[in-house]
């Protein structure tokens, strides 16, 4: 059975930093492609970051995250880490882990995903 759950999600000041982190078992997370999107109140699910496997050697970040966000994986405990700084209120948002196997589309759109993690909220505010 595969599950993603995340963590870190928290209440931050503007120009802030997070850490969230993504914890997947059931796959071996080297073949798959993994990433985050995020929905704020009202608005539609937005691709924010992905990696593919380091066969395919791909990344992509969402023009709002660039030089701000920054996601990486570690192999031993099988977690994806998007390390979050300079924390604007627009960045507030439920924020999903979500992995397909392969993705031709790049990035990959939501509706091809495989699995979903449960979301872990952040919040940008004074």
């Known amino acids: 059975q595969v599950q993603l759950v995340e963590s870190g999600g928290d209440l931050v000041q503007p120009g802030g930093s997070l850490r969230l982190q993504c914890a997947v078992s059931?796959?071996?997370?080297?073949?798959?492609?993994i990433g985050w999107f995020r929905q704020a109140p009202g608005k539609e699910r937005e691709g924010v970051s992905f990696?593919?496997?380091?066969?395919?050697?791909?990344?992509y970040y969402t023009d709002s995250v660039k030089g701000r966000f920054t996601i990486s994986r570690e192999k031993s405990n099988n977690t994806v880490y998007p390390q979050m700084s300079s924390l604007k209120a627009a960045d507030t948002a439920v924020y999903y882990c979500?992995?397909?196997?392969?993705?031709?589309?790049?990035?990959?759109?939501?509706?091809?995903?495989?699995?979903w993690g449960q979301g872990t909220p952040v919040t940008v505010s004074s």
């Open positions: 979500t992995t397909i196997r392969y993705s031709q589309a790049w990035p990959p759109p939501s509706s091809g995903m495989d699995y």
């Open positions: 059931g796959l071996a997370l080297d073949y798959y492609t």
């Open positions: 990696t593919s496997s380091p066969l395919h050697g791909r990344t």
